[in-house]
């Protein structure tokens, strides 16, 4: 997906969450730039250790968000509601894999099907 587009829509769910505009879709594009870049080194390995990087990513983007949110004053949400957002993101990630890859039909690239800007050859 395009940067511009991840960033669009993200934007577009902070205002329709009434979030800080711009904070949590600003996260959402460093947290998938950084799984993009290492997107040719996890190809090879299990899913579940692709699966504890997503959790890994998603869990530092949330506590970005709170320390930012902390650090300029802004009322946050209850703990609970936030940690239960996290947790069922991170359950929807195999299930959402799973209808895109065999519902859909989308896999993962071969080594040296892609060039280095990631379009297929």
């Not at 460093?30 to 504890?52: A, H, I, K, S």
């Not at 894999?97 to 989308?106: D, I, N, Q, R, S």
């Amino acid at each position: 997906m395009p940067v511009g587009l991840i960033a669009a829509v993200m934007l577009a769910a902070d205002f329709l969450f009434m979030r800080p505009p711009g904070l949590w879709a600003a996260l959402v594009v460093l947290g998938t730039e950084f799984l993009r870049v290492r997107e040719q080194g996890l190809r090879d390995l299990p899913f579940f250790v692709e699966w504890g990087l997503v959790a890994g990513v998603l869990l530092a983007m949330t506590l970005a968000e709170a320390a930012t949110l902390l650090v300029f004053v802004v009322d946050q949400p209850s703990l609970g509601l936030t940690l239960i957002q996290l947790i069922m993101t991170i359950l929807a990630y195999p299930l959402v894999v799973g209808v895109t890859a065999f519902g859909m039909g989308l896999r993962r690239a071969a080594p040296g099907e892609v060039d280095d800007m990631g379009h297929r050859l």
